[in-house]
């Protein structure tokens, strides 16, 4: 086995306890009995049962839960979870979702501060045989401030959104000598140029540099976190739209695979160390990515639970009386019996894509 796939377990893993954490601390915090803090899934290795809880290593990497007293039920505990008022239980649900972006963001942030400079989007230089020169196309001093809609703020964005476009035209917004220039339809493609004497296929367009003093680093950091929920939203829309099917899904098998081939990659290449940063930058982009996904207003997550939380309300409201939070429970349960069967769906596509079948 690859060392690779086993830090892309461990780092998976990891993903996992700090969602529970953030679940457990919130809910300690203020005062709700959790009976069961699990890493993992399936059959216990390891347990310690502490003061009121339990805690345990499961067989299964992949997973993990925070048992709180009450959950999917009413009990006459006030410590159970159903028994908090609804601004505390929108907490712990947050909690978790909290934690993964928080430890994403600090991720990010370690692997920024070895930058040395950024690249922006500010044109520096046309190659020679640029066809869309001038006045009523690009120049440089000009700043690509958007592409389709989506606002550019370093090369990377350039390069995403031009590779998303899909067509030899795009709708272009730049800004020149402060003012904002919109180009619809701006026929913009990688063509053949010559450099030094060989042909390469660039889009013919030279940005600029920004110097990675620490204030750039901080502000590339929050920039990169936020980006990843933006490729987020553009693969969910894609995913509606058809753009892309079920089988492009990854579950944590094709994460850890993922995980495999861009550390295998980066250490052929540069050396182990460089691998270690690619896993991280990619767990990052997990990290941000499983927040994002608990928070979607779906029953079974975290998302659907809060979303409850105004159901019911609203529906308390009218007919005057609590509601018995089993009916809630019911709904959820249903829902992860069918979250479970699509996450075995999509585990038995990733073992077929490992095996190029």
């Given at each position: 086995?690859?060392?690779?796939?086993?830090?892309?377990?461990?780092?998976?893993?990891?993903?996992?306890?700090?969602?529970?954490?953030?679940?457990?601390?919130?809910?300690?915090l203020l005062g709700v009995k959790v009976n069961e803090f699990a890493i993992g899934m399936g059959p216990k290795i390891l347990s310690k049962q502490g003061k009121e809880t339990l805690y345990s290593l499961r067989a299964l990497p992949f997973g993990g839960f925070c048992a709180m007293e009450g959950q999917d039920e009413g009990v006459d505990d006030p410590?159970?979870?159903?028994?908090?008022?609804?601004?505390?239980?929108?907490?712990?649900?947050?909690?978790?979702?909290?934690?993964?972006?928080?430890?994403?963001f600090i991720v990010i942030v370690i692997l920024t501060s070895g930058v040395g400079s950024f690249v922006g989007t500010t044109i520096t230089d046309l190659l020679?045989?640029?066809?869309?020169?001038?006045?009523?196309g690009l120049?440089?001093?000009?700043?690509?401030?958007s592409i389709n809609g989506e606002r550019l703020y370093y090369v990377d964005d350039f390069s995403t959104f031009m590779q998303l476009a899909r067509s030899g035209s795009v709708d272009?917004?730049?800004?020149?000598?402060?003012?904002?220039?919109?180009?619809d339809r701006f026929p913009l493609e990688r063509r053949t140029f010559i450099i030094n004497g060989e042909?390469?296929?660039r889009f013919g367009i030279s940005f600029n540099t920004i110097n990675a003093t620490p204030f750039e680093q901080l502000k590339y950091s929050?920039?990169?976190?936020?980006?990843?929920?933006?490729?987020?939203?553009?693969?969910?829309?894609?995913?509606?739209?058809?753009?892309?099917?079920?089988?492009?899904?990854?579950?944590?098998v094709g994460i850890v695979d993922a995980m495999n081939n861009a550390g295998q990659s980066a250490a052929a290449e540069y050396g182990f160390m460089a691998a270690l940063r690619n896993i991280a930058f990619l767990t990052a982009f997990i990290g941000v990515n499983l927040a994002v996904m608990?928070?979607?207003?779906?029953?079974?997550?975290d998302g659907g639970r809060i979303l409850f939380i105004f159901i019911t309300w609203a529906i308390e409201k009218i007919i005057k009386r609590r509601l018995d939070p089993k009916y809630e429970g019911y709904v959820h349960t249903g829902a992860m019996v069918l979250l479970l069967g699509f996450m075995a769906f999509v585990l038995i596509s990733d073992v077929l894509k490992l095996f190029n079948a």
């Open positions: 086995m690859s060392i690779y796939v086993v830090i892309g377990i461990a780092a998976f893993g990891v993903l996992i306890a700090v969602h529970e954490i953030g679940h457990f601390v919130t809910a300690k410590r159970a979870f159903t028994s908090q008022k609804r601004w505390r239980r929108f907490i712990i649900l947050i909690g978790g979702s909290a934690a993964n972006f928080i430890a994403a020679d045989g640029f066809p869309n020169e001038g006045e009523h120049m440089v001093g000009d700043t690509l401030v272009l917004v730049i800004r020149r000598g402060g003012e904002t220039i919109a180009l042909e390469e296929l929050c920039y990169q976190a936020m980006n990843f929920v933006r490729l987020i939203r553009v693969s969910l829309a894609q995913l509606i739209s058809g753009a892309v099917g079920l089988r492009d899904i990854s579950g944590p608990n928070m979607l207003p779906i029953p079974a997550l």
